[in-house]
């Protein structure tokens, strides 16, 4: 079932560098003591991987908070990793204790939830498998597609980052696809995560929801 929805998502991932996607974003930022420094609302045009990814249709920032950078990217010489890849080079089905949990109706589908939660003891040759370690959550697969419908995942310690005494104290992702669509369909994404360094705290609470997923066309250039 893993090698499936892995190779499913691979795919789709594949599919995301010719297509683009409407999302509709909301952040909100407290500092250390909980107080709300800023809010932010936005529409945009995606298109992953394009050398303009983001076109903002409309935004609106109160406070002190960002959305995310709508910049021209740069290019990446680095070699691309397939999510297959990723697995292996990571030892994804033996670092993790995969359940199956039950059975739910997600998207219309009925979907296999699989709980998971990190082996102990497990080798650590690098800051991604010191992350992986960290997580737990659960997954919900498409019976007949295959595909990742649902995703629910927190982090179960503190995790210090490659930044010196910076500390990710939370982080909680959480991925449902509401309605299938062409490529994906519609979706909400939810990201929570605390920040603590020597010099400040902060908190992020980013909303996106993203739809009518389709090829990449030419957009007109008084976007």
Do not use: C
């Not at 594949?14 to 930022?29: F, G, W």
């Not at 995606?46 to 021209?72: A, N, Q, T, Y």
């Not at 310690?157 to 909680?172: D, E, G």
């Amino acid at each position: 079932m893993l090698e499936r929805a892995l190779a499913e998502a691979e795919n789709f991932r594949k599919q995301l560098k010719s297509s683009q996607y409407d999302a509709t974003m909301r952040v909100q930022e407290w500092d250390g003591r909980g107080r709300l420094r800023g809010t932010a609302k936005a529409r945009a045009i995606v298109r992953p991987g394009d050398v303009r990814p983001m076109i903002f249709l409309s935004r609106e920032v109160k406070g002190k908070v960002r959305l995310p950078d709508d910049k021209p990217g740069k290019d990446d010489d680095e070699k691309e990793v397939s999510l297959q890849e990723f697995a292996r080079d990571h030892r994804i089905a033996e670092r993790f204790e995969f359940t199956v949990t039950g059975t739910d109706q997600v998207a219309g589908e009925r979907a296999r939830r699989v709980s998971f939660r990190p082996k102990p003891n497990q080798p650590e040759k690098n800051t991604a498998d010191r992350f992986l370690d960290t997580i737990t959550g659960s997954a919900w697969i498409g019976e007949e597609s295959n595909k990742l419908v649902k995703f629910d995942m927190n982090l179960s310690r503190p995790f210090q980052l490659f930044w010196i005494l910076a500390v990710l104290k939370n982080l909680s992702i959480q991925y449902e696809l509401i309605a299938p669509g062409d490529i994906l369909g519609h979706a909400k994404v939810k990201v929570l995560f605390a920040l603590s360094t020597p010099i400040y705290s902060i908190r992020q609470l980013h909303e996106v929801e993203i739809d009518n997923f389709r090829r990449r066309e030419t957009l007109a250039a008084t976007f």
